[in-house]
T-cell receptor, first 113, second 114 residues
Framework: KQEVTQIPAALSVPEGENLVLNCSFT??????LQWFRQDPGKGLTSLLL?????REQTSGRLNASLDKSSGRSTLYIAASQPGDSATYLC????????????FGTGTSLTVIP | DTEVTQTPKHLVMGMTNKKSLKCEQH?????MYWYKQKAKKPPELMFV???????INESVPSRFSPECPNSSLLNLHLHALQPEDSALYLC?????????????FGPGTRLTVT
């Protein structure tokens, strides 16, 4: 069964810093990887989707990379702002289990003004 | 329109009540999902509907009963719940469940069972 972990579990940075969130998955046979943001008590907002044939995707201050062979993805946030404070979740689609979505454990980010 | 809507936003119910959660999308997606999320945990998959047929049931207790009346609507009927069922219930949709797909999530219903 695919296992997805995110390190660190929590991160606190001062405003303006660049930061990297990590996502690791145990089996490289994935269709795609999706990064989400979740504010407390709210639903998930999709940030970036990287297909298995791609190596990275960019949206504004966000850049996500994917290395299938090593089972890793990173989400880079440039010039962090207090509004970036949220929990960030990655998820992969595993074709071996009916294309189910497997979520990571999440990283809780706090950006201090 | 890339929106998934859920009603109600909050629900408090007793253990003997019967209530329903509703989810709607108008993106033409043919797959819809129910997830349960406890505090500080990732969402856990409960049910998947593909082309209005239940395709995945992750061994969810029968006190949760899903229904997909049409391709735009998904309901979750609740009956005789337990306090440990209190959680955020999230609905999601995607174009299909085949291969490469992106999921879109609703804002969730915060359920409290007393």
């Amino acid at each position: 069964k695919q296992e997805v972990t995110q390190i660190p579990a929590a991160l606190s940075v001062p405003e303006g810093e660049n930061l990297v969130l990590n996502c690791s998955f145990t089996d490289s046979a994935i269709y795609n990887l999706q990064w989400f943001r979740q504010d407390p008590g709210k639903g998930l907002t999709s940030l970036l989707l990287i297909q298995s044939s791609q190596r990275e995707q960019t949206s504004g201050r966000l850049n996500a990379s994917l290395d299938k062979s090593s089972g890793r993805s990173t989400l880079y946030i440039a010039a962090s702002q207090p509004g970036d404070s949220a929990t960030y979740l990655c998820a992969v689609i595993d074709p071996r289990t009916g294309n189910q979505f497997y979520f990571g454990t999440g990283t809780s980010l706090t950006v201090i003004p | 329109d890339t929106e998934v809507t859920q009603t109600p936003k909050h629900l408090v119910m007793g253990m003997t009540n019967k209530k329903s959660l509703k989810c709607e999308q108008h993106m033409g997606h043919r797959a819809m999902y129910w997830y349960k999320q406890k505090a500080k945990k990732p969402p856990e998959l409960m049910f998947v509907y593909s082309y209005e047929k239940l395709s995945i049931n992750e061994s969810v207790p029968s006190r949760f009963s899903p229904e997909c009346p049409n391709s735009s609507l998904l309901n979750l009927h609740l009956h005789a719940l337990q306090p440990e069922d209190s959680a955020l219930y999230l609905c999601a949709s995607s174009q299909t469940t085949s291969g490469n797909y992106e999921q879109y999530f609703g804002p969730g219903t915060r359920l409290t069972v007393t």
